[in-house]
């Protein structure tokens, strides 16, 4: 079990990345209620599945601009990656939101399309718990959009605080979708 102060105490930089995604505030917008896995994160942020760093021969680009280094790698990797108790996000930790929070094992499926079928909400958006990287000079979380007809955008959010606000450092896209 992860201990409590692997993670932050609130989800203002989450609430503040949120802002810079355009969602209208005045509508209704599904979040999955339960949180993405750590794992997913960390391989966007990695690049690979796993522990072990391997640049793309054919594509040597750090998408991670000089952020990965790896004895934080290491260090955060085994502190997250084995985390896997569930965990579920409340409509509190979004005060500004008006979230449904629906359960992941029922998004997009047929009971799940019947009730918000002509609602206009066709797209869910699903977000882990942030971690701490770098001796927690930065978090991390993995941020998704999925949609109803399939597809979706998924990232790895890196974000510091700078001046008590907190900042975008890197969004890193999901290559595998």
Sequence with gaps: MASPSLYLKDYEPINMFLETQKIDKNKKHILQVDKAPNKRTLRIFNGEEGAKH??????????TDGLFVE???????????????????????????????????G???????VRYIGTGLEDAILI????????????????????????GKSSTVIMKKEKENWVIVRVIRDNVY
């Design 54 to 63: 391997i640049l793309d021969p054919t594509d040597p680009k750090d998408y």
């Design 71 to 105: 004895k934080h790698w290491k260090k955060m990797y085994k502190q997250y990656a084995q985390d896997t108790i569930k965990k579920y996000w409340k409509k509190e930790d979004f005060p500004e939101y008006d979230f449904i929070l629906e359960d992941g094992k």
């Design 107 to 113: 998004l997009f499926k047929y009971d799940f399309m």
């Design 128 to 151: 882990s718990e942030p971690m701490y990287y770098m001796n927690k000079k930065y978090i991390m979380f993995y941020y998704s959009k999925a949609y109803s007809t399939g597809g």
